[in-house]
């Protein structure tokens, strides 16, 4: 039994909030590399970002 499609529902353009944020205003949650490029993400410690491919370490301002 098929049901019948009376309120075809309108079509959203979803947006990965996800994702939004990373990007937003440069802003990232995690950082990226600077050595090795976007898409190595640094690892998030107390005071400092490591990376854990070419060990690069950036220390928090605050
Ligand atoms: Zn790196």
């Not at 079509?11 to 898409?39: D, R, S, W």
């Amino acid at each position: 039994m098929a049901t019948p499609r009376s309120r075809p529902k309108k079509h959203v353009n979803k947006k990965p909030v996800a994702i939004h944020k990373l990007y937003n205003g440069g802003k990232t949650k995690n950082q990226f590399c600077p050595k090795c490029g976007p898409g190595f993400f640094m690892a998030n410690h107390k005071n400092r970002w490591t990376c854990g491919k070419c060990n690069y370490v950036e220390f928090k301002k605050d």
